[in-house]
């Protein structure tokens, strides 16, 4: 019962930017992803999702190949991801951008996926009439993330969650993703900020360079800097 990521490559114009990538996580885990700007990591989750080729390796859902399938199927199987930069329709209201991305749904499911999303974020319950594109960074992300749950996920990849946000909105998301992972949501967290990402993780990696240059439990990571300054570095 795990989203398993093998021996992952991705090429870019004959670079690796994913090169040879192992990870996996559970449900009700969270799995952190984190490097430096251009480790690799945003290129890992778009290819994970069926938004980037992938050249060698796979995924697998419970054992069942993802590899190459086109993103709609890969949600549809119940993985969905959150891009970096808070993509949403910016000339429609929440309440249409949350029911756009719950189109492949029956029209009951939308309905039930819908209350969940606006139990889990009462901000956006408040704003459903609102057009996104007028409203701030951290609301914006916060229906980012719920576009992803309106496909009922098992399973998030979100790439920086907190980039350019305020810390009292990066705590709230923080909270989000603690009661998303207590439903049973299994979760890859790509973030440059190391203390939001470890706070949330039960495992972490470290890419650079595209590589993997650590996996093991997030708490080794907290206790001993040395280890994450030579993954890093």
Same mark, same amino acid.
């Given at each position: 019962m795990t989203l398993s990521i093998e021996n992952l490559t991705v090429l870019e114009r004959g670079r690796a930017v994913v090169s040879d990538a192992t990870l996996s #996580?559970?449900? =009700?885990?969270?799995?952190?992803?984190?490097?430096? !700007?251009?480790?690799?990591?945003?290129?890992?989750?778009?290819?994970?999702? =069926?938004?980037?080729?992938?050249?060698?390796?796979?995924?697998?859902?419970?054992?069942r190949e993802l590899t190459g399938l086109p993103p709609d199927v890969i949600r549809g199987s119940g993985v969905a991801a959150v891009p970096e =930069?808070?993509?949403?329709?910016?000339? @429609?209201?929440?309440?249409? !951008?949350?029911?756009?991305?719950?189109?492949?749904?029956?029209?009951?499911? #939308?309905?039930?996926? @819908?209350?969940?999303?606006?139990?889990?974020?009462?901000?956006?319950?408040?704003?459903?009439?609102?057009?996104? =594109?007028?409203?701030?960074?951290g609301q914006q992300q916060m229906l980012a993330i719920g576009h992803?749950?309106?496909?009922?996920?098992?399973?998030?990849?979100?790439?920086?969650?907190?980039?350019?946000?305020?810390?009292?909105i990066v705590k709230r998301l923080v909270l989000a993703i603690r009661e998303l992972v207590a439903r049973g949501v299994g979760v890859i967290l790509v973030e440059q900020f190391i203390e939001v990402a470890l706070s949330l993780a039960d495992d972490a990696v470290v890419m650079r360079g595209g590589e993997v240059r650590y996996s093991g439990p997030a708490e080794t990571l907290k206790n001993d800097h040395a280890v994450l300054d030579r993954a890093y570095f």
């Open positions: #996580v559970a449900p =009700g885990k969270v799995t952190a992803v984190l490097g430096a !700007n251009g480790a690799g990591k945003s290129e890992l989750v778009l290819a994970v999702a =069926g938004m980037k080729p992938v050249t060698s390796g796979s995924v697998r859902l419970d054992g =930069g808070h993509r949403v329709l910016t000339r @429609l209201s929440v309440d249409d !951008n949350l029911r756009a991305a719950g189109s492949l749904l029956a029209a009951r499911d #939308v309905e039930d996926a @819908l209350a969940s999303t606006y139990v889990l974020f009462p901000e956006l319950a408040e704003r459903k009439k609102q057009i996104a =594109g007028t409203m701030s960074g992803a749950l309106m496909c009922r996920p098992r399973y998030l990849l979100i790439d920086e969650m907190s980039l350019g946000l305020a810390p009292l």
